[in-house]
Structures are given as structure tokens and as C-alpha cells.
DNA sequence: TCTGGGGTCCTAGGACCC
DNA sequence: TCTGGGGTCCTAGGACCC
């Protein structure tokens, strides 16, 4: 049987300010956007911050009314980047299987890793190791898979491990709501109430029919998954295979002027163009997605013959999306995304822009090392001596920069599992 | 005077072909 | 004269997650 741990950051962004500034530890923290250009929401909180009703997706106002006190900083992404790096480079030293699912959570499959001790040792020795070396608090989860895996790192926060084996799902999971389990949603939940399915249990024992008509082929997999089934590997290319890029902003106020709104799709354009070029991808399709005044979205989208990164390539498509399906009235939010993407190598189109070489696959271990160093005035690189196998570490440096520069181009953080924390 | 930004997967309907 | 059914591609939108 398979050994997964799933490893889950604690309240990250808040978490890496903490380490980067100790003077902020004990205090209500949160990070948010810029309430000026009515971005406003909390992105996540200190578990101080959450002791006065502070949570995620409220708006800035509402946290201050709840807790004037609290501090508030913008999100500073190469910081988190630069821990997420860190503490990946941790689990790569216990296992080759290491999937990242997002800048702070990560599976490991350690059914291979006898040689690191037992899994509940393992586990305890990353989340140490974590928190001594990067300052960050964890939790995991110990199960046989993905799916339980994930469920037990929520189970106790922060700082907690969790070992959830098969034979507890009836008595441990099943008498939670639905609405708790991974991969069912609001609009889930309410579908599967209607029909009387109020538990996992219930999910558990459910007539298949029944949930397929009604959620189709996720219905099944809810079905297996609650019955604490899930065949998922750990993957650990998954996150390196991008389908699409984008890039949207919502704008300062609501604009009905056409030049303003091109010259905005422009720059998201510029944006996105960069992020192609980097990962060495071309696009197949391009989506522009529009977002009224009264948030009303509508996101059309256009087939291309040609394969483009170009900026103004792309930029000109964008444009053309957007003038033949926007209705003239003000807008609230504007995206521009490549899509279908394909592998440069694999394009047919000449190419001669791309400025990548092999000499620039060396640098990111550098890069990494002096940026772990500055940021956070600890030397990860003595620490990684505590490995007694200088090559593994120096390997696994390598290995995690290799899916960093794609999995870490984005930034993503936990709704559902910051208000599980509370 | 609410509600960000970056993704994935799935479904359903229409066009088109055989 | 009326009309089958499978398959694929494309598009739009919904749901969910982090």
C-alpha cells in the first residue's frame, strides 16, 4: 500500500511575513490588496487575526471594523516564492515523488522512503525541519492516498500531523457534512441536500445513478473518494504541464472608454506574451474575458491557425476579441489568456525570439540559494548539510528548481481551508 | 457602497463530415 | 421524400480549488 503525505503550509502569506519580520509574530496580520484600487480583501490572516472574525475574502473595511489593530501588508510574492522554494527543497529529500499542487501544499509519496525511518517520523522530521530552518508552520497528512491525504493535513491546524488509514473513513469521515469534503462545492452541496445527501457518509452509500444524473462523471469520483478510494499518483510533472496562461486585472474604477480599455488589454497582453516566452510555449487559442459594472462576465474565445507569443501578436488578437463582443458599457475587469498550449520544440512556425538557453537552466540553483539566504538571513545551504549526502541535497536543489520556474509563475492560496482553519 | 487573480475539468450545443 | 447516428472540433459557461 501506498504511503502519501500531503504536506499544507499554514495560513502561508502570513505565515512568510512573520519569519521575514519576527516582530510582527503574536499580532493580527493580514495580507490584502490595495483598498485604494478596491482590492481590498483579506488574501489570508494570522490565526491571531482569526481570533477576532477576520477571514479570508472579507473586504478590508469589514477586518477593521472586526479588529483595528490589525495589521495589514500587501502581498509580496517573491517572498513566498522564495519560502515555497525552500520548503519543497525539504520534501525532495525524502522523496523523488514530490507533486507540488500549489505555492504552499505539496503530495509526497514516501512508500519508497523506509531509509528516512516511519512515516509518522518522516512527517515529524519535515515539519521540524520546516519550521527550524524556513521559520513556517505546517501540517500533514498520513493516508494510503491523495484524497485522504489531503483531508487529514486539514484535520488539525497549525502545526498538526494527521494519519487517516482506510479503515477510519466510516468512523472518522462520514459523519461530516458534504459540503467539507474536497471537490464538493456550494453549489454541490446544495444539489446533493436536495436529494437528501446531507453527509459523507451519505456520499458514501449514495445510488451511483443518482449521482451521476446528478453531477455527472465527479459524481462517481465523490462516490469512490468518500468510500476513502482514490487511484491518483503522485505526479510529480503534474504541475509542470500548464494548459494555459493568463493574466486579469480588476481596474481601478469601471471604464467605458475603448482607447483606455485597449490600452489595458495591451499590457495584459505584455504580460502574458512574457510568461509564454519563459515557459517556451506557444498558444492555440486566445480568451478574453469581460467583466461589466454589475459583474456580469462573459469570456469569448478564438481558435488561431498560427500558434503566437508575440506580444503584439497577441495583443492583436485580444483587441479583436474584445471590440467584436463588447456591448459599449463600463468595465469592471479585463483578462486576456493563452490557451491550447504547445511546446515551442513541437511548433511548425519559425521561430527566433526565444532568448532561453541551456545556460540558463544553471541559474535558477543560484538564484535560489542566495535568494533563500538573503531573504530570510538563514543559511539553507548549511542546513541542507544536515542531509549527511551532500549530493542528494545538491540534487535535490536541482530537481525543485526545475518545476519552480513553471509552478511558481503563478501564485494561488487556500479560501476553503482558511476558514477550516479557524 | 461588498465580493481578487490564476488555474483545471466538465458539460452542452452547434457546425460539419461521413 | 424524409431523415440516422457516430464522431470531432469549437465555443461558452459552470463549478471548484488554491
Known amino acids: ?221 465523490l462516490k469512490e473518494r468518500a468510500n476513502g478510494i482514490d487511484k491518483r499518483p503522485v505526479d510529480p510533472e503534474a504541475a509542470a504541464e500548464f494548459k494555459s496562461v493568463g493574466n486579469s486585472t480588476t481596474l481601478p474604477k469601471d471604464v467605458a472608454n475603448q482607447q483606455e480599455l485597449l490600452h489595458v488589454l495591451e499590457n495584459l497582453s505584455e504580460k502574458v506574451a512574457e510568461r509564454l516566452k519563459r515557459k517556451m510555449v506557444l498558444a492555440t487559442s486566445v480568451s478574453v474575458m469581460i467583466r461589466y459594472k454589475n459583474r456580469k462576465t462573459i469570456t469569448r474565445r478564438k481558435a488561431l491557425k498560427n500558434p503566437l507569443y508575440t506580444k503584439l501578436e497577441l495583443a492583436g488578437c485580444a483587441k479583436e476579441i474584445f471590440l467584436k463582443h463588447w456591448n459599449g458599457d463600463a468595465v469592471r475587469l479585463l483578462g486576456v489568456t493563452g490557451g491550447d498550449l504547445i511546446e515551442k520544440k513541437l511548433a511548425t512556425r519559425q521561430l527566433d525570439l526565444f532568448s532561453y538557453n541551456e545556460e540558463a537552466k544553471k541559474e535558477p540553483l543560484l538564484e535560489t540559494v542566495e535568494k533563500l539566504k538573503e531573504k530570510y538571513g538563514k543559511n539553507i545551504i548549511e542546513h541542507a548539510g544536515d542531509l549527511h549526502d551532500v549530493k542528494k541535497a545538491d540534487k535535490s536543489f536541482h530537481s525543485e528548481t526545475s518545476f519552480s520556474k513553471d509552478f511558481l509563475d503563478q501564485f494561488r492560496y487556500s479560501r476553503k481551508n482558511d476558514e477550516r482553519d479557524q
Open 1 to 221: 500500500m501506498a504511503i502519501i503525505l500531503h504536506v499544507d503550509m499554514n495560513s502561508f502569506y502570513a505565515s512568510v511575513e512573520m519569519a521575514y519580520d519576527p516582530s510582527l509574530k503574536g499580532k493580527p496580520l493580514a495580507i490584502a490588496g490595495n483598498p485604494e484600487e478596491r482590492r481590498g480583501i483579506i488574501v489570508t490572516c494570522s490565526y491571531e487575526a482569526r481570533k477576532f472574525g477576520v477571514k479570508t475574502t472579507m473586504t478590508l473595511w469589514e477586518a477593521k471594523k472586526l479588529c483595528p489593530q490589525l495589521i495589514v501588508k500587501r502581498p509580496n510574492f517573491e517572498r513566498y516564492r522564495t519560502a515555497s522554494l525552500g520548503m519543497f527543497a525539504i520534501l525532495q529529500q525524502y522523496s523523488d515523488l514530490v507533486e507540488p499542487v500549489s505555492i504552499d501544499e505539496g503530495y509526497v509519496d514516501i512508500t519508497e522512503a523506509q531509509e528516512f525511518g516511519h512515516p509518522l517520523q518522516i512527517a515529524k522530521t519535515i515539519q521540524h525541519r520546516i519550521k527550524e530552518q524556513l521559520d513556517l508552520p505546517c501540517s500533514i497528512g498520513i493516508a494510503p492516498n491523495k484524497f485522504l491525504a489531503k483531508t487529514a493535513s486539514n484535520m488539525k491546524k497549525p502545526m498538526g500531523i494527521t494519519v487517516l488509514r482506510k479503515r477510519d473513513v466510516a468512523n472518522i469521515l462520514w459523519s461530516l457534512p458534504a459540503g467539507e469534503m474536497h471537490g464538493v462545492g456550494k453549489k454541490t452541496a446544495e444539489k446533493l441536500a436536495a436529494h437528501n445527501i446531507n453527509t459523507i457518509g451519505d456520499i458514501a452509500i449514495a445510488n451511483e445513478l443518482v449521482l451521476k444524473s446528478l453531477l455527472g462523471i465527479n459524481g462517481i469520483r
